[in-house]
């Protein structure tokens, strides 16, 4: 058998605690990779017993950084629980807000946690070297700065309509709790363009509309030679970097797909879904061979690599069980993170399956010539803001011509279940409940990093990143930037977990 070398990866820039175990053999080529989740996540435990709202207080401190996208998802569960129906307006309400922490962390993702790996001795060589250095480098990079500014601002938007941020508890079943004034409106729409203005001129380089033709890889090269300004934006610069440092060419995983949509569509909007579906990204299932219909009975949850006691196959959610086994002598398990699967196969979620759900020309061509790659990934993440910042204009303009309420009504039940599916910033985050005698009997939550950072199933298929690690060379065992480059691009987040200690 050939001698290979183990090493243990603990990954840095990365949000929450993360190892990658990888074998390389004598070339240095990945030959066997594992995601290992060192911290326990027991939200759901912590849960049971509670009156059903409760889930509004507690859920959105699960995550400092998605905190918006728990608490929709938590009310969208009990939305579902207890039929209740969401004004127009609360709807809108909820969508602003839930798009501009999206936007926030795309960006901070991008250039203070992915951008500084350019910034690697490795690259030192380069000719483009120097200006990374100056853009990127942590804490004294210019671009990562404005970046920082920037954010900052744009998400005062969801203090304005939400109270605070993070861990806001605005949104309830049946709507929201706040109306905001004409004042708070104009305030957020003040924000929001001038975001946009910064977004066009030192993100893309060009105006949103001139972005949206670009609809091939052809139509790409074609806009980077066009305009000197669209070469020198951050968009153009990112292009020339990742492909030369060839992040084109690495990080395919399974090319299966998952999105949930979940910024669901006023009923009387401006705003356009794609391919007319009545939520801004579709739900949907993509592989090169096509696109499915998402159908959420086909989720399940295995645990057969993970540190849980298994009492047969893969369960769905809302039968789902978080009982440990942290002293289990079994070596298949290596990892806290529970293992989801759609219709018992592994799927990406993230920017990269919301466009590619939505159909846009440009991902498609590009997955279905080279499949999934870092650039591709995180060129996804760098414009999904373009679609959004329009959406989120039009309803704050909407708010104040629309004279429905931010608030229904609604009827509890005593014994019901219900499930909330909300497009978070690393793609799909689903909640469910089950309530029993007016209290929660079962709750389960699935994280976007869960269905990119899951172990092995049941049967030893990896999931999706660290399918995407196999195969990959390392130039320096000692500094292994391109695992972290591979990993980085589907935006890690594992900081709802807690340490684990025997006692």
Same mark, same amino acid.
């Given at each position: !058998?050939?001698?290979?070398?183990?090493?243990?990866?603990?990954?840095?820039?990365?949000?929450?605690?993360?190892?990658?175990?990888?074998?390389?053999d004598?070339?240095?080529?990945?030959?066997?990779?594992?995601?290992?989740?060192?911290?326990?996540?027991g939200?759901?435990n912590?849960?049971?017993?509670?009156g059903?709202?409760?889930g509004?207080?507690?859920? @959105?401190?699960?995550?400092?950084?998605?905190?918006?996208a728990?608490?929709?998802?938590?009310? $969208?569960?009990?939305?579902?629980?207890?039929?209740?129906?969401?004004?127009?307006?609360?709807?809108?309400?909820?969508?602003?807000?839930?798009?501009?922490?999206?936007?926030?962390?795309?960006?901070?993702?991008?250039?203070l946690?992915?951008? @500084?790996?350019?910034?690697?001795?490795?690259y030192?060589?380069?000719?483009?070297? &120097?200006?990374?250095?100056?853009?990127?480098?942590?804490?004294?990079?210019?671009?990562?700065?404005?970046?920082?500014?920037?954010? $900052?601002?744009?998400?005062?938007?969801?203090?304005i309509? *939400?109270?605070?941020?993070?861990? %806001?508890?605005?949104?309830?079943?049946? *709507?929201?709790?706040?109306?905001? %004034?004409?004042?708070?409106?104009?305030?957020?729409?003040?924000?929001?363009?001038a975001? /946009?203005?910064?977004?066009e001129? *030192?993100?893309?380089?060009?105006?949103?509309?001139?972005w949206?033709?670009?609809?091939?890889?052809?139509?790409l090269?074609?806009?980077?030679?066009?305009d000197?300004?669209?070469?020198?934006?951050?968009?153009?610069?990112?292009?020339?970097?990742?492909?030369?440092?060839?992040?084109?060419?690495?990080?395919?995983?399974?090319? /299966?797909?998952? %999105?949930?949509?979940?910024?669901?569509? @006023?009923? /009387?909007?401006?705003?356009?879904?794609?391919?007319?579906?009545?939520?801004?990204?579709?739900?949907?299932?993509? %592989?090169?061979?096509?696109?499915?219909?998402?159908? &959420?009975?086909?989720?399940?949850?295995?645990?057969?690599?993970?540190?849980?006691?298994?009492?047969?196959?893969?369960?769905h959610?809302?039968?789902?069980?978080?009982?440990?086994?942290?002293?289990?002598?079994?070596?298949?398990?290596?990892?806290?993170?529970?293992? &989801?699967?759609?219709?018992?196969?592994?799927?990406?979620?993230?920017p990269?399956?919301? !466009?590619l759900?939505? *159909?846009?020309?440009?991902?498609?061509?590009?997955?279905?010539?080279?499949g999934?790659?870092v650039?591709?990934?995180?060129?996804?993440?760098?414009?999904?803001?373009?679609?959004?910042?329009?959406?989120?204009?039009?309803?704050?303009? #909407? !708010?104040?011509?629309?004279?429905?309420?931010?608030?229904q009504?609604?009827?509890?039940?005593?014994?019901?279940?219900?499930?909330?599916?909300?497009?978070?910033? /690393?793609?799909?985050?689903?909640?469910?409940?089950?309530? #029993?005698?007016?209290r929660?009997?079962?709750?389960?939550?699935?994280?976007?990093?869960?269905?990119?950072?899951?172990?092995?199933?049941?049967?030893?298929?990896?999931?999706?990143? #660290?399918?995407?690690?196999?195969?990959l060379?390392v130039?320096?065992?000692?500094?292994?930037?391109?695992?972290?480059?591979?990993?980085r691009?589907?935006? @890690?987040?594992?900081?709802?977990?807690?340490?684990?200690?025997?006692?």
């Amino acid at each position: !058998m050939a001698e290979t070398i183990k090493k243990v990866i603990p990954l840095n820039r990365v949000e929450g605690d993360l190892e990658i175990h990888v074998e390389l053999d004598r070339d240095n080529v990945v030959v066997d990779a594992r995601s290992v989740g060192t911290m326990y996540r027991g939200i759901e435990n912590l849960m049971t017993g509670r009156g059903p709202l409760d889930g509004l207080v507690i859920t @959105p401190r699960i995550c400092g950084i998605c905190t918006t996208a728990h608490l929709s998802a938590a009310a $969208k569960a009990i939305d579902m629980a207890f039929d209740a129906e969401v004004p127009d307006n609360a709807q809108r309400l909820r969508n602003v807000t839930l798009l501009v922490e999206q936007v926030q962390n795309d960006l901070r993702h991008l250039f203070l946690l992915f951008m @500084p790996d350019f910034t690697a001795p490795r690259y030192a060589k380069a000719a483009w070297y &120097p200006q990374a250095l100056q853009r990127y480098q942590v804490v004294k990079g210019t671009t990562a700065l404005e970046i920082v500014k920037q954010t $900052k601002k744009v998400i005062e938007v969801i203090a304005i309509l *939400g109270g605070q941020w993070p861990h %806001s508890s605005f949104i309830v079943p049946g *709507g929201v709790v706040t109306v905001p %004034s004409d004042n708070d409106i104009a305030q957020c729409r003040h924000i929001i363009r001038a975001f /946009r203005r910064w977004y066009e001129r *030192g993100i893309l380089g060009c105006s949103l509309e001139r972005w949206h033709r670009v609809r091939s890889a052809a139509d790409l090269d074609a806009w980077l030679d066009e305009d000197p300004a669209h070469r020198s934006g951050e968009l153009g610069f990112f292009v020339k970097l990742a492909r030369a440092a060839g992040l084109d060419r690495i990080g395919r995983s399974h090319d /299966r797909f998952i %999105s949930c949509g979940g910024v669901d569509l @006023p009923r /009387r909007t401006a705003v356009q879904g794609h391919g007319r579906s009545q939520q801004l990204f579709p739900a949907g299932i993509y %592989s090169p061979a096509g696109l499915d219909p998402f159908d &959420p009975e086909k989720i399940t949850e295995e645990i057969a690599a993970s540190f849980f006691k298994a009492d047969g196959a893969g369960r769905h959610p809302y039968e789902g069980r978080t009982v440990t086994d942290a002293d289990t002598d079994d070596a298949r398990k290596y990892s806290w993170a529970k293992a &989801p699967r759609y219709d018992g196969r592994p799927a990406e979620t993230g920017p990269l399956a919301d !466009m590619l759900v939505a *159909g846009e020309p440009l991902f498609r061509e590009m997955v279905q010539d080279q499949g999934a790659s870092v650039f591709v990934r995180e060129l996804a993440r760098m414009v999904r803001a373009a679609l959004a910042l329009p959406a989120v204009d039009q309803w704050l303009a #909407e !708010m104040v011509t629309c004279e429905t309420p931010f608030f229904q009504d609604f009827r509890k039940k005593q014994s019901t279940c219900g499930h909330g599916f909300v497009s978070a910033p /690393r793609g799909f985050l689903g909640h469910w409940l089950v309530i #029993e005698d007016g209290r929660i009997a079962r709750y389960q939550i699935i994280t976007p990093t869960t269905w990119n950072g899951s172990p092995r199933d049941g049967a030893g298929v990896r999931g999706p990143w #660290e399918e995407a690690i196999m195969g990959l060379q390392v130039a320096d065992t000692q500094h292994p930037v391109e695992v972290g480059q591979v990993v980085r691009s589907f935006d @890690p987040c594992l900081v709802c977990t807690v340490h684990a200690m025997k006692l």
